[in-house]
């Protein structure tokens, strides 16, 4: 057979229901309530974790419910002896319409449930001046029609391709200018009747 051990908690639930109702009171008339323990302030502070009960899928509070330990150390938590008797007879949650997996089978409460709109966060450019230009002159530039802007990227394009064909054509003439110089100069250095060395070409006269 298999051995089982039960076990029942306390019951704190109601002692911190009333806590919390003291609490409650207190914030809206502090008069009323000069001093309370600050332990009984913690306990009601504390979060209640609840646990689910393993056959019904019911919400166990603490100090509620039957614990089961199997001989296998597996843990069940049940929410009453019905739930305990039904579950050791071997009944199947789905079969039974007060169970939480019926209820979910069968598309129960559908309505209840809340559904959390997500907000989409759009990310807006922020405009701001930057240097060499103000927030007036870049809002302008973002209202031009098309065509103003075409005819100003046409207009600069031509401005630059002007520009580089006059730099190539003023080193062309400096280039020139250099090389007509070097020419003169070449010319000037050598002085008159004097023809330039080199090897002598043909035979001279002479005895032989």
């Not at 809206?28 to 056959?55: D, G, H, I, Y």
């Not at 089978?105 to 309505?111: C, G, R």
């Not at 007036?136 to 207009?155: C, S, W």
Request: charged fraction near 35%; aromatic fraction near 6%; glycine fraction near 6%.
């Amino acid at each position: 057979p298999i051995s089982s051990v039960y076990c029942r908690a306390h019951n704190q639930k109601a002692h911190i229901d009333l806590l919390t109702k003291v609490i409650s009171l207190q914030k809206l008339n502090p008069k009323l309530f000069t001093s309370l323990p600050k332990k009984s302030v913690a306990a009601a502070a504390m979060v209640l974790k609840t646990e689910l009960c393993r056959f019904s899928g019911a919400k166990i509070y603490p100090g509620k419910g039957i614990r089961f330990i199997r001989s296998d150390s597996q843990v069940f938590l049940f929410a009453n002896s019905k739930c305990k008797r039904y579950f050791h007879n071997r009944l199947k949650p789905s079969k039974l319409t007060w169970t939480a997996m019926y209820r979910k089978q069968h598309k129960k409460d559908i309505a209840a449930e809340t559904i959390k709109k997500r907000r989409r966060t759009t990310k807006k450019p922020y405009s701001r001046s930057i240097v060499g230009a103000t927030l007036e002159v870049i809002q302008k530039k973002r209202t031009e029609k098309p065509e103003v802007r075409d005819a100003a990227r046409e207009a600069a394009l031509r401005e630059i391709k002007e520009r580089i064909k006059k730099t190539k054509d003023e080193k062309k003439a400096k280039k020139a200018e250099v090389t007509a110089k070097a020419q003169k100069s070449s010319k000037g250095s050598l002085p008159k009747g004097a023809a330039p060395k080199g090897p002598k070409l043909g035979g001279g006269g002479g005895k032989r």
